[in-house]
């Protein structure tokens, strides 16, 4: 009996996108086509049951409007910060 595991294809992918994946696969010392098994094998894997997807919500600080500075004037703005102090 003989057992395929492997199969040949041929994909179209952006240029800059296939460049970016052998570069990755040049610096980590591995195949292109590791880099393409490990990124499908990334992106297929069930996601548990009940996780929701991570959603970032960074806090939120009520703060006063910054003074009013002409940020090219160096001496200025060490003045401002000066007062900081």
């Known amino acids: 009996m003989i057992w395929v595991t ?14 970016r994946a052998k570069r990755h696969a040049s610096a980590h010392g591995t195949t292109l086509r590791a880099v393409v098994e490990e990124a499908l094998r990334a992106r297929l894997a069930p996601r548990p049951e009940g996780q ?22 160096r ?5 401002v910060l000066d007062e900081r102090k």
């Open 6 to 19: 492997h199969m040949k294809t041929t994909l179209e992918i952006d240029d800059r996108l296939l460049e």
């Open 52 to 73: 929701a997807r991570y959603r970032f919500s960074p806090p939120i600080v009520a703060g006063s409007a910054p003074p009013a500075v002409d940020i090219a004037d």
């Open 75 to 79: 001496s200025a703005l060490y003045d």
